[in-house]
């Protein structure tokens, strides 16, 4: 149980384009998933928390306009890079916090990441 | 969010037990500490989560002391597949800081046969 799926695995695009990733717990429902980032042989940063139905909060120093978030289901978040260039490829892990209200006593479940390259 | 130190680097060979300790001394009363695997070029794997004295599940213990200001993970008869980073991380579960996790730098377990 407590699975989380995020896709695509690895996406390589050109420079100003703009790029979904999505986020989904598959057995179980979440009000907050997290999204992270993380570069070669660096330890995860976490970028925003997002919560079911409300705004995403930011940590500082990530553009808000440039990560966009969207948590529209219970099972599903979304970051959305937009315009991306070079120095937004990094790998980036989404997380799901099991709990269909604000607080839960249960970890964070990972999804597999995803590896975006700009070209 | 109580800091959480660990050693950056620890070896050991085939068979044998580890135990990686985490200082974390500002944990505060709400606070759980859970213990993540992750390989290269994947997403972190739970491993174990504890609160106060032992936990134990299928693949690993956790050791926390009275005053909760360490933990150790101790992983019995490790083998070659457990080469990876783990982390150690203290969250408030109750909502204070809405799940937040913040990662150390962990620590890089290497087996070797």
């Known amino acids: 149980g407590a699975v989380v799926s995020q896709h695509p695995s690895r996406v390589i695009c050109k420079s100003g384009t703009s790029v979904k990733i999505e986020c989904r717990s598959l057995?179980?429902?979440?009000?907050?998933m997290f999204w992270y980032r993380q570069f070669p042989k660096q330890s995860l940063m976490l970028m925003a928390t997002?919560?079911?139905?409300?705004?995403?909060?930011?940590e500082q120093g990530v553009e808000k306009d440039k990560f966009l978030i969207n948590h529209a289901s219970l099972t599903l978040s979304t970051l959305t890079v937009t315009s991306a260039h070079p120095e937004d490829s990094s790998f980036y892990i989404c997380?799901?916090?099991?709990?269909?209200?604000?607080?839960?006593?249960?970890?964070?479940?990972f999804g597999d990441g995803t590896r975006l390259s700009i070209l | 969010l109580a800091k959480t130190t660990q050693p950056i680097s620890m070896d050991s060979y085939e068979g044998q037990e580890v135990n990686i300790t985490c200082s974390h001394n500002n944990i505060a009363t709400n606070d759980y500490i859970t213990w993540y695997q992750q390989f290269p070029s994947q997403g972190p794997r739970f491993i174990i989560q504890g609160y106060k004295t032992k936990v134990t599940n299928e693949v690993a213990s956790l050791f926390i002391p009275a005053d909760r200001k360490s933990s150790t993970l101790s992983l019995p008869r490790v083998s070659l597949s457990d080469t990876a980073v783990y982390y150690c991380?203290?969250?408030?579960?109750?909502?204070?800081?809405?799940?937040?996790?913040?990662f150390g730098q962990g620590t890089e377990l290497s087996v070797k046969p």
């Open positions: 991380l203290v969250g408030d579960w109750w909502g204070n800081q809405g799940g937040k996790l913040i």
């Open positions: 997002s919560n079911e139905g409300s705004k995403a909060t930011y």
């Open positions: 057995d179980f429902q979440a009000t907050t």
């Open positions: 997380s799901a916090l099991p709990g269909e209200g604000y607080y839960s006593n249960q970890p964070q479940h």
